[in-house]
């Protein structure tokens, strides 16, 4: 029996899993693949070994990848300062804009004309950009976020003038931006019923769908402590400033 082909637009394979984003997409995609084809279209991982045992296992789980060659782009500097200025005239969220490139655009159109796609799916907002130019369809999108919200806590909580303006113009960017792609696919997957209610109401969104973050019970069921000592153990990926920002409260606030 022929699987039919489904095609996830990513910003990298998501392995290791040594993140809250690359847990979840590795473990609903590697399930998917017993059912359709996966073709996963991706820039190539920062770390080139890291890229290799990537694309490794995905393989041995029978997904097809795209791996598309780019050098990552500084997060500091003033080359960083720059981009970020010349954001200032484009319509785009700065991380909508930042990782659309001809070679991504490329490969979509390259798919689209030589298979028969089933389903399109962009695994993050900003890369349901290039499947809204090349205008293939069905597309869903999972939002692991409502980015808009992230952006406008950012604002509220900027007391620098400059940098709240910034801020403030992402989070408007952000906000047009997802009405469009909220309201363009054929199917919005949430994380929580929580983020799913504010994509509903906030955007005007009638149809989206729930699938929530969890954790795989069974790989724990045999793990035994080897200490007395009671602790807390702080699980979260640190160079995203929402985690940073749940660490200091847990530390200043809570524990206490």
């Not at 659309?100 to 695994?123: D, T, Y």
């Not at 054929?186 to 699938?211: C, E, N, R, Y």
Request: with cysteine; charged share 20%.
């Amino acid at each position: 029996m022929i699987k039919p082909t489904v095609v996830i637009i990513d910003e990298e394979l998501p392995y290791p899993l040594n993140s809250g984003k690359r847990i979840r997409s590795f473990n609903l995609i590697s399930r998917l693949a017993n059912t359709f084809h996966i073709i996963y279209v991706c820039y190539c991982n920062p770390d080139p070994i890291e890229s290799q045992r990537a694309e490794k296992i995905f393989r041995l789980m029978g997904i097809e990848t795209l791996i598309i060659p780019r050098t990552p782009l500084p997060k500091n500097g003033p080359r960083f300062a720059a981009r970020l200025l010349a954001n200032c005239a484009s319509p785009y969220p700065y991380s909508v804009s930042s990782h659309q490139s001809n070679a991504l655009q490329k490969a979509i159109l390259s798919i689209s004309k030589v298979r028969s796609i089933a389903l399109w799916q962009a695994e993050w907002t900003p890369y349901l950009e290039p499947l809204l130019k090349s205008c293939v369809t069905p597309c869903t999108l999972v939002a692991h976020n409502v980015e808009s919200v992230i952006w406008r806590r950012y604002r509220d909580h900027e007391a620098n003038l400059l940098r709240r303006f910034f801020l403030h113009e992402q989070y408007r960017k952000y906000h047009e931006y997802e009405k469009k792609a909220f309201q363009c696919v054929s199917q919005v997957i949430a994380v929580s019923d929580h983020d799913a209610d504010l994509i509903k109401k906030g955007f005007s969104v009638k149809d989206v769908t729930t699938v929530e973050n969890g954790v795989d019970v069974h790989s724990f069921r045999n793990v035994k402590s080897t200490q007395r000592n009671q602790g807390v153990l702080f699980l979260g990926s640190l160079d995203w400033r929402p985690n940073i920002d749940a660490i200091n409260q847990l530390i200043e606030k809570i524990w206490p």
